[in-house]
């Protein structure tokens, strides 16, 4: 099994930044790809971005491109999504995602493993 804790998400107003941090536990050698998803009541839980095994690749969703910035320290087993310029749209409750495949995935039935989230919250 592997263990996913969220941290960093907060109250923000529009146009700051928050980073939120994944810490991987467990067995931590079977996480491939990683991804950060987020969820809004009563809306399906969407894609933000995911970060490859070794780093050297990512991919995010068109609504985030150009703000966000995911990357993966797997020395210390974590993940970050870095978000700047943020909009009240991008409040949500994030989630990190871990995969066993070595594939960019961005479908939550790609992800095994997964953690309780943390709430970001941007204000007009």
């Known amino acids: 099994q592997v263990q996913l804790v969220e941290s960093g998400g907060g109250l923000v107003q529009t146009g700051g930044s928050l980073r939120l941090s994944c810490a991987a536990s467990?067995?931590?050698?079977?996480?491939?790809?990683m991804g950060w998803f987020r969820q809004v009541p009563g809306k399906e839980r969407e894609f933000v971005a995911a970060?490859?095994?070794?780093?050297?690749?990512?991919y995010y969703a068109d609504s985030v491109k150009g703000r966000f910035t995911i990357s993966r320290d797997n020395a210390k087993n974590t993940v970050y999504l870095q978000m700047n310029s943020l909009k009240p749209e991008d409040t949500a409750l994030y989630y990190c995602a871990a995969s066993v495949e070595y594939a960019l995935r961005t479908r939550e039935r790609d992800y095994m493993y997964w953690g309780q989230g943390t709430q970001v919250t941007v204000s007009s």
């Open positions: 970060v490859s095994w070794s780093a050297g690749s990512t």
């Open positions: 467990g067995r931590t050698f079977s996480t491939r790809t």
